[in-house]
């Protein structure tokens, strides 16, 4: 039997996946580890906590399955984007990492635009300066951690330092480095005209490879932390949402999935770069070697399902308690007794300001036309159509760059409810499937050690032999027809509200 390893370096833990060739699981193993806020709006991890993680589940999933080290093949990670791991020259970890969901950044950002320029730094690295992204942590530990960053030898990013664990050797791939605002994306190269407007050495910047090539083999040391043989090839893996879209089969033109999870994006393959010159939208390189991807990243699409069921649905959950069921069950059934516009009901979920499309932090969510009628079943529709609303809005623009997909796949919690995807379906006016393999991240990185190693000719075949939807739900035309106004009335409230917005966050 043949074994490949996929790794999912998350912000909650780390899960490791055991598959066979053909993509089925064969043993799976997590591990979780804390995330440390020293201060309002900080967000640190331990590196080494990634590594410890990493080294048991590797050897949790070689127990489980019984599959011998020397027929696991190759290995291939995913890893939460933008995060800032600065070690020395043999390393050592100089500080906790900064992660992505850090927002200490805004006056760095708003210094790299304006050293490069905001057009100029859009055009080059494919998205406006963001608190997310890695350059701006950059210059923040050189401003407020000038001894550290004296010491600094090398810039990596999450993933990127496992894999030097791993393997020994400092380098990156082109889909996580997409997301420093460093790298010249068209040119899949990191841009040295940005990091001469950052003063920033290009020493410390690590060798690129594309997502499926083999950027090193398994070290004698890592050999016996995790029981892997040594001199097994090691993929160059990809960022969270580019390995997802490999696991769930979204390789090629065409192709695109939603994902409802805490947050919510939209994903579409590329064959060529396209960027949104707003910026409302983020233009990645993808896994798929020389390919790009756009997605959007709204905040707080479960989200706010999650704090509606928190704050008003008690009873509902308790319920569920009693019946062993899940509570967004009964809260479905609640929804779908409203009608289609929640009896004019709109929601905005802007719950944690908003990343895509509106670029506003400020922006915070409301109900509009709330009158005493109005139930609660109501107001539980309502959310569920702005965050659908809000995924559409994203869609549309990825439409105006004519990325435009034959169908959408739903991926996260929020594909599990019938309900939802064929609000989406209906809201999208195109068929929404989903697929048979729900381990997303994992079993991408695995297809791309599965390249690495030789099992697969490219990423999209593996992808096309391995990955097999389920019947799709089909749009409804006349459901599309009543959903539209409240859409299009959608897109207007949020121009309304912006000053509103503006002036609540300066009390």
């Known amino acids: 039997m043949k074994a490949l390893l996929g790794v999912d370096l998350g912000t909650s833990g780390t899960k490791t996946v055991l598959f066979d060739e053909w993509g089925v699981t064969l043993a799976s193993a997590s591990e979780e580890y804390p995330m440390a806020q020293p201060k309002n709006g900080w967000a640190e991890q331990d590196p080494d906590d990634w590594w410890r993680a990493t080294q048991h589940t590797i050897r949790a999933v070689l127990e489980k399955s019984g599959v011998a080290a020397k027929d696991v093949v190759s290995l291939g990670i995913s890893g939460q984007m933008h995060g800032l791991v600065l070690t020395d020259k043999e390393g050592r970890v100089l500080r906790p990492a900064i992660l992505w969901c850090d ?30 992204f890695t350059a701006g942590k950059i210059l923040w530990v ?115 999935f939603t994902t409802i999870g805490t947050s919510g994006v939209v994903y579409a393959h590329s064959d060529t770069v396209q960027i949104d010159p707003a910026g409302r939208v983020h233009t990645f390189c993808s896994a798929v070697p020389g390919a790009y991807t756009v997605m959007s990243c709204t905040l707080s699409a479960g989200l706010s399902l999650k704090w509606f069921r928190d704050t008003l649905c008690a009873a509902e959950m308790e319920t569920a308690k009693e019946m062993g069921t899940d509570p967004y069950v009964l809260m479905n059934e609640q929804a779908a007794k409203s009608p289609i516009g929640a009896n004019r009901l709109l929601f905005l979920p802007y719950l944690m300001g908003e990343r895509s499309p509106l670029l506003d932090s400020n922006a915070r969510g409301a109900f509009v036309g709330l009158s005493a009628m109005h139930t609660r079943r109501d107001l539980l529709r309502a959310v569920m159509e702005g965050v659908m609303y809000s995924q559409r809005q994203n869609l549309d623009i990825l439409r105006g760059m004519h990325v435009v997909p034959e169908k959408m796949l739903a991926c996260g919690g929020g594909a599990k409810s019938p309900f939802w995807r064929q609000m989406m379906a209906d809201i999208f006016d195109m068929p929404v499937a989903t697929v048979q393999n729900t381990e997303g991240p994992a079993l991408g990185a695995a297809i791309l050690a599965g390249v690495a190693g030789g099992l697969y000719d490219s990423v999209p075949k593996a992808c096309e032999a391995l990955i097999h939807d389920q019947e799709p739900l089909q749009p409804d035309a006349q459901r599309h027809a009543a959903y539209e106004p409240f859409y299009q009335l959608y897109t207007r409230l949020y121009p309304g509200l912006a000053d509103a917005y503006a002036a609540l966050a300066a009390l």
Request: glycine fraction near 10%.
């Open 103 to 132: 927002g200490r950044t805004g006056e760095e950002c708003e210094e790299l635009t304006q050293r490069v320029g905001k057009e100029r730094l859009i055009a080059i690295s494919a998205n406006p300066a963001l608190t997310g």
């Open 142 to 256: 050189r401003k407020h951690e000038p001894e550290v960053y004296a010491r600094a030898a090398h810039i990596l990013l999450p993933k990127d330092y496992v894999r030097f664990r791993l393997t020994g050797l400092f380098a990156s791939e082109m889909s996580d480095a997409s997301g420093t605002n460093m790298l010249d994306v068209p040119a899949r190269a990191w841009s040295k005209e940005i990091a001469d407007a950052m003063d920033l050495s290009m020493d410390l910047l690590p060798p690129l490879y594309e997502s499926s090539a083999v950027v090193g083999h398994i070290t004698e040391e890592a050999a016996a932390l995790t029981g892997l043989m040594a001199g097994m090839p090691v993929a160059g893996g990809a960022a969270d949402n580019m390995a997802g879209a490999i696991g769930t089969g979204v390789a090629s033109l065409g192709k695109a």
